[in-house]
T-cell receptor
Framework: AQRVTQPEKLLSVFKGAPVELKCNYSYSGSPELFWYVQYSRQRLQLLLRHISRESIKGFTADLNKGETSFHLKKPFAQEEDSAMYYCASNTGNQFYFGTGTSLTVIP | GAVVSQHPSWVICKSGTSVKIECRSLDFQATTMFWYRQFPKQSLMLMATSNEGSKATYEQGVEKDKFLINHASLTLSTLTVTSAHPEDSSFYIC?????????????FGSGTRLTVV
């Protein structure tokens, strides 16, 4: 079965420290991968798509087909990065969302 | 825990017909359900928020009469696309907070791919 796994439910880092939110997918083909973010009391927002290879708000994510991973990274975490982050994959017929990682950036 | 089951996974319908999409919370009570739509290469767009036992709240620009939402029980919310047209073809995804306030995040259905021909 196709799955998206985010192994960390909670992640805390200090401001200015690097942060990595892990995401692994299981799919034999080439899924389209996304990171979504939801700030407190706000709507779900698209953070980035692996196809566009953009860097948004300092975040990047590289698709590693060998490790079937799409980890989200930022070199220097900011307090405003505290939010819930969801990794998702679209295989063309279905969407799969991870369970989310709650990131807290400690001042 | 906190699983939302969404059906059907995909559906093809003729223009002018109606299609019902169901989202069931399997092991928790979903007092609130969010319905999203995703166009190709775009982000999820929130269409409406349904609350059990009350009318849904629709986002600006979403036609209430076209996208009928029912949330009659704590475990079932439905979205009916009425008089579907090809431009309604899209992915529709539901989501519910794992707890009443969403403090523990949200769980998502697997989506329904609607194709209107």
């Amino acid at each position: 079965a196709q799955r998206v796994t985010q192994p960390e439910k909670l992640l805390s880092v200090f401001k200015g420290a690097p942060v990595e939110l892990k995401c692994n997918y299981s799919y034999s083909g080439s899924p389209e991968l996304f990171w979504y973010v939801q700030y407190s009391r706000q709507r779900l927002q698209l953070l980035l798509r692996h196809i566009s290879r953009e860097s948004i708000k300092g975040f990047t994510a590289d698709l590693n087909k060998g490790e079937t991973s799409f980890h989200l990274k930022k070199p220097f975490a900011q307090e405003e990065d505290s939010a819930m982050y969801y990794c998702a994959s679209n295989t063309g017929n279905q969407f799969y969302f991870g369970t989310g990682t709650s990131l807290t950036v400690i001042p | 825990g906190a699983v939302v089951s969404q059906h059907p996974s995909w559906v093809i319908c003729k223009s002018g017909t109606s299609v019902k999409i169901e989202c069931r919370s399997l092991d928790f009570q979903a007092t609130t359900m969010f319905w999203y739509r995703q166009f190709p290469k775009q982000s999820l767009m929130l269409m409406a928020t349904s609350n059990e036992g009350s009318k849904a709240t629709y986002e600006q620009g979403v036609e209430k009469d076209k996208f009928l939402i029912n949330h009659a029980s704590l475990t079932l919310s439905t979205l009916t696309v009425t008089s579907a047209h090809p431009e309604d073809s899209s992915f529709y995804i539901c989501s519910a907070p794992r707890d009443r306030r969403g403090s523990y995040g949200y769980t998502f259905g697997s989506g329904t791919r609607l194709t209107v021909v």
